[in-house]
């Protein structure tokens, strides 16, 4: 199976800080490559999509980049409501898989 | 508008079989490129991938878990059905369902179950 990897496990910055979370795939994945951001005791929400398309209704302070085994995630000015998990998932074909998620704390 | 629920035991005991429902409104499974997938998510830990189900009845699996699982549908009802055998006190997780679309994205989740296994 391809894995995905996520960098930091976690992380801790201030509001109004860029936040950068990385994901790497084991196998080129193309940009088939999901962004999901998981706030506490709630269920996973998606928030981005082919590595760049930002989900409707997800916030514009929200990028994506990247493509075949590398990928970012930006939070380009960190919110009190972006406190949360973030996940990676490549969706190519299945099994799909998920990175192991990152932390983000103020 | 899309909403998906989880239903099932609570709490199971070890080598039990576990049989979840997860009941939808706003789309149908008859759709061309429609599917639902179950993932989980152990207390604490990261989520994991383990089943989906598409509209013409192709069914995938966890290659980890493929031998102890059986996802099946029932579109009349709008239900998707999960079975996961032999079931273990690693296995305590909250259990989602969620929205496929021609994309294979994860659009649209239900808010989880959590089973716990235990004797």
């Known amino acids: 199976d391809i894995q995905m990897t996520q960098s930091p496990s976690s992380l801790s910055a201030s509001i109004g800080d860029r936040v950068t979370i990385t994901c790497r795939a084991s196998q080129v994945i193309s940009k088939y490559l999901a962004w999901y951001q998981q706030q506490p005791g709630k269920p996973p929400r998606l928030l981005i999509y082919?590595?760049?398309t930002l989900q409707s209704g997800a916030p514009s302070r929200f990028s994506g980049s990247g493509s075949g085994t590398d990928f970012t995630l930006t939070i380009s000015s960190l919110q009190p409501e972006d406190v949360a998990t973030y996940y990676c998932?490549?969706?190519?074909?299945?099994?799909?898989?998920f990175g192991q998620g990152t932390k983000v704390e103020l | 508008q899309v909403t998906l629920r989880e239903s099932g035991p609570a709490l199971v005991k070890p080598t039990q079989t576990l049989t979840l429902t997860c009941t939808f409104s706003?789309?149908?499974?008859?759709?061309?490129?429609?599917?639902v997938s179950w993932v989980r998510q152990p207390p604490g830990k990261a989520l994991e991938w383990l089943a989906l189900?598409?509209?013409?009845?192709?069914?995938f699996y966890s290659t980890s878990l493929k031998t102890r699982l059986t996802i099946s549908k029932d579109t009349s009802k709008s239900q998707v059905v999960l079975t996961m055998t032999n079931m273990d006190p690693v296995d305590t997780a909250t259990y989602y369902c969620?929205?496929?679309?021609?994309?294979?994205?994860?659009?649209?989740w239900g808010q989880g179950t959590l089973v716990t296994v235990s004797s």
């Open positions: 082919a590595a760049s």
């Open positions: 998932q490549r969706y190519n074909s299945a099994p799909q898989t």
């Open positions: 189900i598409d509209w013409d009845d192709g069914k």
């Open positions: 969620a929205r496929m679309g021609l994309r294979w994205t994860l659009d649209d």
């Open positions: 706003g789309f149908s499974l008859n759709t061309s490129g429609m599917c």
